[in-house]
């Protein structure tokens, strides 16, 4: 396991970060304590969540974090680097922002008595509201820091245009604001910039925001960052691809047609092939390769993904010490 101190703070993390979007949901208490004791016993110690993780179930609260939070109580949870989230929308009134200061601090107050910790080591934000000037975000966030109640903190879902005016405003405040960026990211490229599905508030990082990172180093933090395991559930159910094309019929693909709608396209098809090529020539999944890309970036990349079930984690830690040759990256990459 490759492990990285994230850029602007003294956060020691394995390069690759466990997410528990699934928890409470699709993947009960039992399964999700055994995927996370192999995340650990395969050396990684960066595990994130949010507040907002089972909310959309009635009556389940924020059962994410709680799995997540009596696991910690099973281990030595100083070795444990966690993130979780707040700011995102009530699921009864998603129109409605909870960007103030009462709402950060409401989910983060549940979040800390939820998970038993005295202070979160990196608190993002689950949600924008442009509305709301990036001077007032930014004093609760640094309150927030000196009350020792969080130690760093970041965006998720913030718009390229924000990120700019709080990069600004920091520099102005002589603060350093945010640490990191989490926005959907991977080597798979969506149709659109903005949502997946019926929720339109998701940010997908776009080729200028690309350049941004670049430009400035910003570390990025992807959700989503093999696009639901895009290329491997295409090569799991036989897909052969040429020129962009389906070229043979194929079984089932194990994704929700949303998904699907945004990921099927010519240009994800011509990376298929080449990953396709590179996994018979060398002997590496596809889904491993997928993520090397994501290593590969001239600005810090730690990928953040998921499994569905504790078999899936050796596979997906593999891909911590790869990296994609710069050929593959100038042609595919951006």
């Not at 396709?276 to 889904?287: A, D, L, M, P």
């Not at 090397?292 to 600005?299: I, K, M, R």
């Amino acid at each position: 396991m490759k492990y990285v101190t994230l850029k602007n703070t003294d956060l020691r993390v394995s390069n690759i970060s466990m997410g528990t979007g699934s928890f409470g949901d699709r993947i009960d208490r039992k399964a999700a304590f055994e995927i996370l004791d192999r995340y650990c016993e395969l050396g990684g110690n960066f595990i994130d969540t949010a507040n907002a993780y089972c909310k959309w179930i009635p009556g389940a609260g924020n059962c994410a974090e709680k799995m997540l939070g009596e696991w910690l109580k099973t281990v030595d949870d100083s070795k444990i680097i966690v993130a979780t989230k707040g700011g995102h929308y009530d699921f009864s009134a998603p129109q409605v922002s909870r960007i103030s200061e009462a709402e950060i601090r409401k989910d983060l107050e549940e979040s800390l008595k939820t998970l038993q910790r005295d202070c979160i080591d990196l608190y993002w934000l689950h949600r924008d509201d442009p509305a709301v000037p990036t001077q007032e975000i930014l004093s609760w966030m640094e309150k927030l820091r000196e009350e020792g109640k969080i130690r760093y903190y970041g965006a998720s879902n913030f718009t390229l245009a924000r990120l700019q005016e709080f990069e600004k405003c920091a520099a102005e405040n002589h603060v350093q604001g945010f640490c990191a960026v989490s926005n959907q990211w991977s080597l798979a490229r969506k149709k659109s910039a903005y949502g997946v599905g019926d929720d339109s508030t998701t940010v997908a990082a776009s080729e200028d925001e690309y350049k941004w990172h670049v430009q400035t180093g910003m570390p990025l933090i992807p959700y989503s960052s093999t696009a639901s395991g895009l290329f491997s559930r295409l090569y799991q159910a036989g897909v052969v691809a040429k020129d962009g094309k389906v070229v043979e019929p194929t079984g089932e693909i194990n994704l929700p047609q949303p998904l699907l709608d945004e990921f099927l396209n010519e240009r994800n098809l011509l990376i298929y092939e080449e990953l396709c090529k590179r996994h018979k020539e060398q002997g590496v999944s596809i889904f491993a390769l997928s993520i090397a890309y994501l290593f590969s970036q001239p600005f810090q990349v730690i990928a953040l993904s998921s499994v569905d079930v504790p078999e899936q984690v050796a596979g997906l830690l593999s891909a911590s010490e790869l990296t994609m040759d710069a050929a593959f990256v100038e042609k595919f990459g951006k």
